[in-house]
C-alpha cells in the first residue's frame, strides 16, 4: 500500500503502568539478541500486562484490528540501545500503523526520549509516495534511497517535534512519521536506554470518529 491513512498526531501519557519498576526488573532479565538492520538489541519474547490493548484503545481513541504476540512483529517487545550507536531516522513498517513506546530506565536525561523529523530538501515528514515522487521530479525508488542514504546525517534533517524522556511514559504516533530516539544512552547492559515498543495495526476510520466528538 503506497497511500497514507492517517493523519500526524502525538500522544503523551505519563504513570502508563501501575508498577513500572516491575516491569522494568522483567526488561532487565529479558533475553536480548541484535537483529540485523535494527540499531540495539530486542528481547526474544513480548510482554503484555492484561486488558494492555483495552488500555491503549482508551487512551489512543481508536480501535486496534491487530494485536499480535509475534516477537519479530514488535508488539511488546523490550529494547535497549547504548551511546555509542547513532539513531538513524526512519519510519517503521506498516507505516499505517501506531506506534506506542513505553520509556523505563529510571533517571535518564530528558533528551533521551524521541525526536520527529522532517527531511530539509524534500519536505517529507512521512513515508514518500508515487506523488511526492511525481512533484520532485524523480522516481520513487531513488527517492526512497536517498532519505535512506540520509537516514544518519543529521544535517539533512530538521527536527519538528521532540518527545522528552520520563520513566514510565508512553509516547504514541503514526509508525510512518519519520523519527528516532533523540540521543542513546550507556555503555552496556545494566545501563543502556530501554524501552518498550507496540506496533499496532488499527482502523483509523474510528479515530476519526472518536476526534471529531470530543
Known amino acids: 500500500m503506497n497511500k497514507i491513512l492517517y493523519k500526524r498526531f502525538i500522544i503523551v501519557r505519563d504513570d502508563f503502568y501501575e508498577d513500572p519498576n516491575r516491569v522494568y526488573e522483567l526488561a532487565k532479565h529479558a533475553e536480548y539478541h541484535e537483529p540485523e538492520n535494527i540499531i540495539g538489541y530486542r528481547s526474544r519474547t513480548i510482554y503484555h500486562e492484561p486488558a494492555t490493548k483495552e488500555k491503549l484503545e482508551t487512551i489512543l481513541g481508536i480501535k486496534i484490528t491487530r494485536w499480535s504476540t509475534l516477537p519479530e512483529l514488535d508488539n511488546g517487545v523490550f529494547y535497549r540501545t547504548f551511546a555509542d550507536e547513532i539513531p538513524g531516522i526512519h519510519y517503521d513498517q506498516p507505516f ?3 506506534t506506542v ?22 519536505g517529507l515528514c512521512d513515508p514518500p509516495t508515487s506523488k511526492d515522487a511525481r ?26 517535534d521532540r518527545l522528552g524522556h520520563k520513566f514510565n511514559r508512553m509516547v504514541a504516533y503514526p509508525s510512518g512519521a519519520y523519527h528516532s530516539a533523540t540521543r542513546h544512552y550507556g555503555s552496556s547492559m545494566r ?19 472518536r476526534a471529531a466528538s470530543r
Open 101 to 122: 513506546l513505553v520509556y523505563l530506565t529510571p533517571n535518564l536525561p530528558a533528551d533521551c526520549g524521541t525526536s520527529l523529523w522532517m527531511h530539509k530538501k524534500t
Open 191 to 209: 545501563n543502556g536506554r530501554l524501552f518498550q515498543a507496540f506496533r499496532i495495526g488499527v482502523d483509523w476510520s474510528s479515530f476519526a470518529k
Open 135 to 160: 512533484k520532485l521530479n524523480t522516481e520513487l525508488g531513488l527517492l526512497r534511497n536517498r532519505l535512506a542514504n540520509d537516514s544518519k546525517k543529521s544535517d539533512k534533517w530538521c527536527e519538528v
Open 96 to 98: 499505517n500503523d501506531i
